[in-house]
């Protein structure tokens, strides 16, 4: 019983690496969709500005399947960068909402006082806890030796930028998108179950009890041995 549970336990989670895979895939093609769009490759339409807000959704569960993988060997850093940096997504996901839902359907100048007031400073913390959770992560991640490096130096290269919408020149912000889903591409692969690898040294093997055939050949040995003592105890 024990062991069916462990191989159900061992399915269940392979299912959520798929599903968190395929939603890195999903995060880093919608990244790039957006980059395009916001660069004038890709037109602006009502599809692309709905699909939008979706990479940073996407993005929040690429981020909870990779903290899955490194939780082992992370400790409470990991922990504490995956809380960080699924808020901030968890934020940024609400700015690009308000961004393609609400804010064309305002006025300039509401728009604008909106931005110089608490809602400014709200999309200001967001970026900042988006910062600090990435930066937090990729650390813990490194430090795991679980993901590749260069995924997760990628990842990281790209979201510095990438958390800093308003304050770094537009250019920088969409070349970021672009490194960091490649970076979360790289991370994003399901995981390939292999054995444990055992540590220390080998175990003792038991010594083997002998079998009743290899007890009764000893047996005739034996007599057969006594037979010729005797025998030539006669001749004697």
Known sequence: MTSITAVERKADEMRIYRVTAVAGFLCAVLLVVNSARRGGIV?????????????ALAGLLAITGLYLLIRPASGTLGLIGYVLNSAGLAGAFAIEYILHFVF???????????????????????AIVLLAGVLTFSVAALRSGTLPVIGVVLYAAGMIPGSLRNAVPLPVYLTGLVVAAVGGRVDGDPPVAHPRRRTGPPPRRPPERPSALSRSNRRERAGEGGGRVTSACRLR
């Open 43 to 55: 037109p602006e339409t009502a599809f692309t500005h709905a699909v939008a807000p979706f990479a």
């Open 104 to 126: 064309p359907y305002l006025s300039g100048g509401a728009v604008a006082g909106l931005l110089a007031g608490s809602t400014g400073q709200a999309f200001m913390i967001t």
